[in-house]
């Protein structure tokens, strides 16, 4: 299995930043896509953005220029830099990882609380 282990979320204002970081562990190597999700208070689990093995990031229409994925591999670590933040952003942040040994699963991080005040 991978497990994975978000931090970076606080409270901010709206206009302000925040780094969300997404610590992997157990069969790392067998990760594929790496993933954020958002889950706001009442509302069901979107999509922020993707990060695949071999190809570019994609994002989220309400997060587009505002939002960067990146991971370091050496570090088993993926990051999500929010620039711009809004009070719509205001959610639980979760990442995934696609990883895969013959078939593929996937795993889910606790989630970590990102609040961004008007």
């Known amino acids: 299995q991978v497990q994975l282990v978000e931090s970076g979320g606080g409270l901010v204002q709206a206009g302000g930043s925040l780094r969300l970081s997404c610590a992997a562990s157990g069969r790392t190597s067998s990760i594929r896509t790496m993933g954020w999700y958002r889950q706001a208070p009442g509302k069901q689990r979107e999509w922020v953005a993707i990060i695949p093995s071999g190809g570019s990031p994609n994002y989220s229409d309400s997060v587009k220029g505002r939002f960067t994925i990146s991971r370091d591999n050496a570090k088993d670590t993926m990051y999500l830099q929010m620039d711009s933040l809004k009070p719509e952003d205001t959610a639980v942040y979760s990442c995934?990882?696609?990883?895969?040994?013959?078939?593929?699963?996937?795993?889910w991080g606790q989630g970590t609380r990102v609040t961004v005040s008007s």
């Open positions: 995934s990882a696609d990883y895969c040994y013959g078939t593929c699963s996937r795993s």
